[in-house]
């Protein structure tokens, strides 16, 4: 037995951990890119891209007329009026954990007070661009710090799940999001698929989820290919960052409330369909019917799916 | 620490000898981790309208302050008799009214005070007990004399503090502990659970379902209402937690409605119900009161105990004791001039420079004047106040509060400290051995409020 609330806090507080990381990861990305002068003529708008991703496009030209490298880090870092900047999502996420202190262990508690009061130390002023990798690095350690502490310490009961399913409901969104935006809006022309660029591209989509070398160890011998990046990044379950992992994880968790409950809803028939067709899926009735279409429906559903299990567990 | 002749006071003796050997470079590492510890697990309360430091720090204070048992076993039968006496005065205002037939109190002190819940007339909460949970603020005189300087019987805090000062001492001096038997508090969770437990609802069977309630993560005690529900394995409520339906109370959980018993509430009177106080309140429980009048939930601590804390009605205390219980009171109260009475008005608009003026509902070190540290300036203004609106003071001398040796920026120093002990009433009245000593971090100031920058430090009972 645990309160609605608690529920809804757990979730949120771990949504809101692993989009820190995802933050992280994209900032990271766009800061590569903008490293390599003129690599790539004609497409230095990888900030642009990196606002795209983070669906923090409209805020952000809300705010700003013009596109610059460090005001958008700036935007997506410390912005307080930014509610998916890095310091916006963490003062988030501890502010979920402190509500339910008492769902936590101390060690997850810990975890996330000090990633929180380490933050609230740095100054954006002091984050030049040379320190911008080491201050990104920090932020992907202090969220797998919390999870760490998450899976290390906490019991396999309700809070544990709850969790979980925040956890997995947001990666399974980050991970399409990145596939899709990434590939859609970066590459300009149709002539430009399968050119050093696209190649390049790739890579740079493998590297925000830290799969490009789990990428060549799985594929071995094939350069980067774009129906093996998105077989990689969509159907593999050995790849811990895919749709079908995060799917099956959520089912996992699912799984384990209603063996607590002795109780099956709607939700859990919902989210097993889903795993169960990117389990039986093929990369190429994919691409044929379109890899953005896909894409953009496996979004909304997974947003559906966050929805119905908030309404069905009583979130208020 | 001291006794008058300059000798170390027995309790102090360990301490003592332990202050001599405690380098400067020891004491401020211990200070620092004290700090880090508290700061890491969030040990913080917020102060409202201050951004910048929306949660803040308490100072601690590395060296503890020690009763010897017998001082404690006087204290405590003067708090207990104190306890008893206020609710059986709660019961007596919201019942038959003897003590104003008898002409103790005036009438319009009670009829007309704020605190006053007219809503609780004729309510008998389980076992009588009107407030649980008990803060009696305590200053010491000299050796042999304490007095109380308040009571509080609406919604103490600091007790998460009392419980994480030990816990932090054990850890930095595990070795002051061994050599001497300090009396333990670490079990009051689980008193104030069998407290909570034994004035659950008649009709309750079974184990009762307790919650805290909490007004949320921006109120200043935040943090002490996550560790009491925690520490006590009980849920943490907000009010959309919780709701009223076929005559009873529930919480809303991930499966069915849970039903509830007893609500440890840390939310003001005028907050717990839309319905029956503040209708623009959306913190608290619609329908809650209602349910609670007849009998189908414990509110811990009854609405409307605050007319027992008010500070009108403290200037009452000793003659309220005596009315209950037949004794003369064992702890005295702080002389206390009422500014509404003019004689009393006249001394106190003379003697402004050598007295603490508060106001009569205020806390929090808020809204007061004290005489021998303000400016001609402060006391002018403050003169003006007052006599546009005196029945809203109390005025009190300053008196010559003991002090303990405190850890200062220049060494070990004498500060001025009180006291507050938690004391619980359920089926029984249980005093934890230590409370909560507060310290006035500058030097000189007798002003130990957390909100203005006092500290806090281990209470220590020592054992026979």
Redesign the interface.
Known sequence: ???????ASLFWMSRYMERAENMARLLEVGHRISLMPGAIEGHRDEWRSTLLSAASEQTYSNKFDTITGPQVADFLIFDESNPSSIRSIIRTAR?NG?????ALT?DV??SI??TW?ELVAVKASELTPDRLPVFLDWVKQRSMSFRGAVLGTMLRN?NYY?SQLGNFIERADNTARILDVKYFILLPKPSDVGSDIDTHQWGQILRSVSAHRAYRWFYRNSGYKPWLVAEFLILREEMPRSLLFSSAWICTALAG?SAL?S?RYSVHDQAEETRDRLRNGRMEDIFQSGLHEYLQHFILSNNQLSRDIGAT??F? | MQDKGGQVRSPYLRVGDWLKTLTRKDAERARQEAENRF????ITFAVYGDEEAAERLIPFDIIPRVFAASEWRRLSAGIEQRVRALNAFIHDIYHRQEILRAGRIPASVIVQNAAFVPEMMGVDPARGIYAHIIGIDIVRISENEFYVLEDNCRTPSGVSYMLEDRETMMHLFPELFAHQRVAPVENYPSLLRKTLESVAPAACDGEPTIVVLTP??HNSA?FEH??L??EMGA????G??LFVMDGALY?????EP?RVDVVYRRIDDAFLDPLTFRPDSSIGVPGLFDLYRAGKVTIVNAPGTGIADDKSIYTYLPDVIEFYTGEKPLLKNVPTWRCSDTQSLTYVLEHLHELVVKEVHGSGGYGMLVGPTSSKKEIEQFRARLKANPANYIAQPTLALSAVPTYTASGVAPRHVDLRPFVLSGDRVRITPGGLTRVALKKGSLVVNSSQGGGTKDTWVLED
């Open positions: 037995m645990m309160l609605g609330r608690t529920a502010n402190r509500a339910v202190r008492t101390r508690w810990e007070n000090t009061n309700e709850f409330l409950h109780k567990y009583n208020p | 700061r890491r697990q969030g949320g993560i935040f996550a560790f529900a925690d849920e943490l409520c907000e959309d937690d919480m809303r959980t991930t499966q849970k």
